[in-house]
């Protein structure tokens, strides 16, 4: 019988023996990855926040690589952001790299990802992805908190009215998250089941 404990994370399941130079990998990987789905953008009319393939990139990111990892990924797509690596979002009033993006009326999406990523990666340590009845709310927690953090920004750095707000900030995107929710919370399992499977063969 096998005493091994299971395994926590995909990331362990494809790379159970992590070193220095593998983490470095994964966060080099995961910084570029974040950084190129940010790039799909899609301008909303009348809001200052785009359609992104960037949530999608935090919900694998987090989900895949555990806390610790995730959240030094996100926090390198930052800084790596602020030094001048064009990695955020294209945007027409505010370049895609520098301190000022963080700070423009979207900063608070960029906070609200790096605190998800964390929290969706200390979820994945205790197996929520592996399953879709733990998965589904587990991604919905994540995007509500990059969503709150976005919001309370946006309404204050505006100066918007909560409806006004709520109409540039979230409505938008309302059925692109449940997509993307619903991709990540489907494939996540199916893959888990696969490595259950070959595991027990």
Do not use: C
Not at 80 to 89: E, Q, S, T, V, Y
Not at 99 to 113: F, H, K, N, P, W
Not at 160 to 179: C, D, N
């Amino acid at each position: 019988m096998s005493t091994s404990a299971p395994i926590a994370t995909l990331r362990a399941a494809f790379v159970p023996k992590s070193t220095a130079i593998t983490h470095a990998l994964f966060i080099i990987g995961g910084t570029a990855f974040i950084g190129a789905m940010a790039q799909i953008s899609i301008p909303v009319p009348g809001s200052p926040v785009p359609v992104t393939g960037q949530t999608l990139a935090v919900l694998l990111v987090g989900t895949t690589y555990g806390a610790r990892l995730a959240l030094a990924t996100f926090a390198t797509y930052l800084l790596a952001a602020i030094a001048g690596a064009p990695l955020f979002a294209p945007s027409a009033t505010t370049p895609n790299h520098g301190i000022d993006r963080l700070l423009s009326a979207t900063g608070g999406y960029l906070v609200g990802m790096l605190v998800a990523a964390f929290l969706l990666g200390l979820l994945a340590d205790r197996r929520a992805d592996q399953k879709f009845k733990t998965s589904f709310p587990a991604l919905i927690l994540g995007d509500v908190i990059i969503f709150t953090f976005g919001l309370l920004w946006l309404n204050y750095s505006l100066e918007l009215s909560w409806s006004a707000t709520i109409s540039a900030g979230l409505t938008p995107f309302i059925f692109g998250e449940v997509l993307k929710i619903a991709i990540v919370a489907t494939s996540l399992p199916l893959i888990w089941r696969k490595i259950a499977n070959s595991i027990n063969k």
